[in-house]
């Protein structure tokens, strides 16, 4: 059964750069089927698609957050990740890792950490 | 972007009861389109695929139609474990995006 599990820090300064973590188990994340990608929900509120990158390396990314978003993917460590430069309080949520089938229905999710933006 | 909206919220209904949710989009989507189920503190679980496809391992009791800008996600009968948050997303064009969610709550 796929598995994935988001990790990284759960509080951030303003002004600097989020960073997470979504390991992969249960699967490889090198298979041509699938993209791989992130959703956030702040809280109280509803969800946000971040972007998804495909095990090539290509990415899609919301423009709403293009500017300061960058995903990655090592497949040596069945990783995935997610870097967002210049966070705000407004960047408080709950970060998901999640698996978009070739619909690009998310099929499988990470339990989802909570990231809070903070000084 | 293409706008996804949810009625009604919350929506407030007795075991057993039949119960439909609506999700409209802001222009024509196909079929695209998919439905989650959220429990508190829980990752949502996606329920339906492609407007009416019920994903593997979910309760026939859900099911989903429509097309083009108006769809549905209906329980058939509805249970105590189906009180939740249900959100649309529509995977038509990049940026995916979702409704605001409909609380479904058990009288």
């Known amino acids: 059964q796929l598995q994935l599990q988001e990790s990284g820090p759960g509080l951030v300064k303003p002004s600097e750069t989020l960073s997470l973590t979504c390991t992969v188990s249960?699967?490889?994340?090198?298979?041509?089927?699938?993209?791989w990608g992130w959703i956030r929900q702040p809280p109280g509120k509803g969800l946000e698609w971040i972007g998804t990158v495909y095990y090539t390396g290509s990415t899609y990314y919301n423009p709403s957050l293009k500017s300061r978003v960058t995903i990655s993917i090592d497949t040596s460590k069945n990783q995935f990740s997610l870097k967002l430069s210049s966070v705000t309080a407004a960047d408080t949520a709950v970060y998901y890792c999640?698996?978009?089938?070739?619909?690009?229905?998310?099929?499988?999710w990470g339990q989802g950490t909570l990231v809070t933006v903070s000084s | 972007d293409i706008q996804m909206t949810q009625s009604p919220s919350p929506l407030s209904a007795s075991v057993g009861d039949r119960v439909t949710i609506t999700c409209r989009a802001s222009q024509s989507i196909s079929s695209s389109l998919n439905w989650y189920q959220q429990k508190p503190g829980k990752a949502p679980k996606l329920l339906i695929y492609?407007?009416?496809s019920l994903q593997s391992g979910v309760s026939s009791r859900f099911s989903g139609s429509g097309s083009g800008t108006d769809f549905t996600l209906t329980i058939s009968s509805l249970q105590p474990e189906d009180s939740a948050i249900y959100y649309c997303q529509q995977s038509y064009s990049t940026p995916l995006t979702f409704g605001g969610g409909t609380e479904v709550e058990i009288k």
């Open positions: 492609a407007a009416s």
């Open positions: 999640a698996r978009p089938t070739g619909a690009r229905a998310f099929d499988f």
């Open positions: 249960g699967g490889s994340i090198s298979s041509s089927s699938y993209y």
